[in-house]
């Protein structure tokens, strides 16, 4: 089955710090996405982070990076340098499916709280 | 301005009655989605659509029924509400993988239905 694993449900970090959410995936599909979505308080769905399966380097996005570990089927989030505003869910999600039939699958989400 | 927008943005409803939630995006996507976050925060796929036909229904109740008149719109109605009906319903669309771009989804800012 295809699956994503986030085994951190909260998690609580000094403000500057940087963090790290955990994110494992299973699949038998050779070409696969992985995202980082955040939620904040406000409830919106905001997008962060993408990994292509076949994408050599890892991705970055200004203060987030993804550690992308492939033979461990595992897609961390790193934010560096964290601020009060990064408070909020983050959801890491696989997308599943062909090209126009796709959906993303997510993890059960991390909720992390910046503390100053 | 708005990307991916849904009405209404909260919906409190009896048991029984039928109610729908509207959804348009302007970004010129060929794909749209719903779906269900439930108490836990939990995100589920319901259906995607992929211009105008429905591509994806996940084993979704039949009181559930999406509706997409064109590209740019994804309504769904709902009959017969049931308590186990409250969730948050989101809405998005993604223009699929291409070369070079992740194929991310954009979600709307959820519906929060409440069924008394």
């Known amino acids: 089955a295809q699956k994503i694993t986030q085994t951190q449900p909260g998690m609580f970090v000094q403000e500057k710090e940087a963090v790290t959410l955990d994110c494992t995936y299973d699949?038998?599909?050779?070409?696969?996405?992985l995202f980082w979505y955040k939620q904040p308080s406000s409830g919106e769905m905001i997008f962060l982070i993408y990994q292509g399966s076949y994408d050599q380097q890892n991705a970055t996005e200004g203060r987030y990076s993804l550690n992308f570990q492939k033979a461990r089927k595992s897609a961390n989030l790193v934010i560096s340098a964290s601020q009060l505003g990064d408070s909020a869910m983050y959801f890491c999600?696989?997308?599943?499916?062909?090209?126009?039939?796709?959906?993303?699958?997510f993890g059960q989400g991390t909720r992390l709280t910046i503390n100053p | 301005d708005t990307a991916v927008s849904q009405t209404p943005k909260y919906l409190v409803t009896q048991m029984g009655n039928d109610k729908s939630i509207k959804c348009e995006q302007n970004l010129g996507h060929d794909t749209m989605y719903w779906y269900k976050q439930d108490s836990k925060k939990f995100l589920k796929i319901m259906f995607s659509y992929n211009n105008k036909e429905l591509i994806i229904n996940e084993t979704v109740p039949n009181r559930f029924s999406p509706k997409s008149p064109d590209k740019a719109h994804l309504n769904l109605h709902i009959n017969s509400l049931e308590l186990g009906d409250s969730a948050v319903y989101f809405c998005?669309?993604?223009?699929?993988?291409?070369?070079?771009?992740?194929?991310?989804?954009?979600f709307g800012p959820g519906t929060r239905l409440t069924v008394l």
């Open positions: 999600a696989m997308r599943r499916g062909s090209q126009g039939a796709q959906k993303l699958v």
């Open positions: 699949t038998s599909d050779p070409s696969y996405g």
């Open positions: 998005a669309s993604s223009q699929g993988e291409r070369q070079g771009r992740s194929g991310e989804q954009f």
